[in-house]
């Protein structure tokens, strides 16, 4: 069963510990990562994290619940996170602006 991602209104850009940054765009990115690429399978917000995260898919938890506690998650493991600057759409084919 696939479970489409709904986007975050703020993406969180994340330092790894190998020094590159990912970004992530919503729960679904978020849970990916955190079941499949997680640095520490352990931890009270890890677990958090993936419960918000999945909520979040299910629409049983808000977005920005599951996006509080990836970014928890985050920060207990030693990975700063960092919210990224919202994107606006100009209508113009292709053309994206910061504000």
């Not at 992530?24 to 994290?49: S, V």
């Amino acid at each position: 069963m696939h479970i489409p991602d709904v986007p975050w209104s703020i993406a969180v850009s994340v330092r790894l510990q190998n020094g590159s940054e990912h970004i992530f765009h919503g729960p679904y990115d978020a849970l990916d990562f955190l079941e499949n690429e997680w640095p520490l399978r352990h931890g009270q917000k890890y677990h958090r994290a993936i419960r918000s995260c999945r909520a979040a898919l299910n629409k049983m938890t808000p977005l920005a619940i599951a996006r509080e506690d990836f970014i928890a998650a985050c920060l207990e493991a030693g990975m700063p996170a960092k919210a990224m600057p919202p994107v606006f759409y100009t209508g113009t084919a292709g053309a994206r602006s910061t504000r």
